[in-house]
T-cell receptor, first 114, second 118 residues
Framework: DAGVTQSPTHLIKTRGQQVTLRCSPK?????VSWYQQALGQGPQFIFQ???????QRGNFPDRFSGHQFPNYSSELNVNALLLGDSALYLC?????????????FGEGSWLTVV | AQSVTQLDSQVPVFEEAPVELRCNYS??????LFWYVQYPNQGLQLLLK??????LVKGINGFEAEFNKSQTSFHLRKPSVHISDTAEYFC????????????????FGQGTTLQVKP
């Protein structure tokens, strides 16, 4: 049973460019969240997708957007990249229902903006 | 608003010694608490979680944590550490996300680096 998978694992972009990161949730999971982890910091919640809709958003600008597909996979898009967007982007998935369900994380996508 | 404070940024300890990583939280609602571990260049792995019931929670790799409601703490402990425990440890509290399947979002502390020395 594959866990949460993310791609690409590493990428380098130039300021002002756009980037798309992809996530496939763990089998049986329908909810996907994205987190940003800057160097030396704890992960910060970007947004969560459920039933192909953004359910809640953290304190991130509109340059950060996402999408969830019918197969529950998800994309994170960041436009007009800034140097400060350099971070590890983590995708997390969880199954339907129940606040006790564990949230599983992928290995992350390392984004460097130069 | 919910928040998590990890009281130590770095904890150096010798191999086979006991260790405690401290975590305090603030929340206006019932809390679900978690400890995650992050090995270098990897994602987050769940160590243990507290949802309800017994305040002493046992997790993987010999770790345990105690939920103390009056002190709003959820400290992580291990009686004897190994070199392989060297990693970043994150305490987190889960809060609900409206309109979702109620799996919520995690609010993390800043992390504690556990450095196990031979």
């Amino acid at each position: 049973d594959a866990g949460v998978t993310q791609s690409p694992t590493h990428l380098i972009k130039t300021r002002g460019q756009q980037v798309t990161l992809r996530c496939s949730p763990k089998s049986g999971h329908d909810t996907v969240s994205w987190y940003q982890q800057a160097l030396g910091q704890g992960p910060q919640f970007i947004f969560q997708y459920y039933e192909e809709e953004e359910r809640q958003r953290g304190n991130f600008p509109d340059r950060f957007s996402g999408h969830q597909f019918p197969n529950y996979s998800s994309e994170l898009n960041v436009n007009a990249l800034l140097l400060g967007d350099s971070a590890l982007y983590l995708c997390a998935s969880s199954p339907l229902g129940g606040s006790g369900n564990t949230i599983y994380f992928g290995e992350g996508s390392w984004l460097t903006v130069v | 608003a919910q928040s998590v404070t990890q009281l130590d940024s770095q904890v150096p300890v010798f191999e086979e010694a006991p260790v405690e990583l401290r975590c305090n939280y603030s929340s206006s609602v019932s809390v679900y608490l978690f400890w995650y571990v992050q090995y270098p260049n990897q994602g987050l792995q769940l160590l243990l979680k507290y949802l309800s019931g017994s305040t002493l929670v046992k997790g993987i790799n010999g770790f345990e944590a105690e939920f103390n409601k009056s002190q709003t703490s959820f400290h992580l402990r291990k009686p004897s550490v190994h070199i392989s425990d060297t990693a970043e440890y994150f305490c987190a509290v889960r809060v609900p996300v409206h309109g979702s399947s109620n799996t919520g979002k995690l609010i993390f502390g800043q992390g504690t680096t556990l450095q196990v020395k031979p």
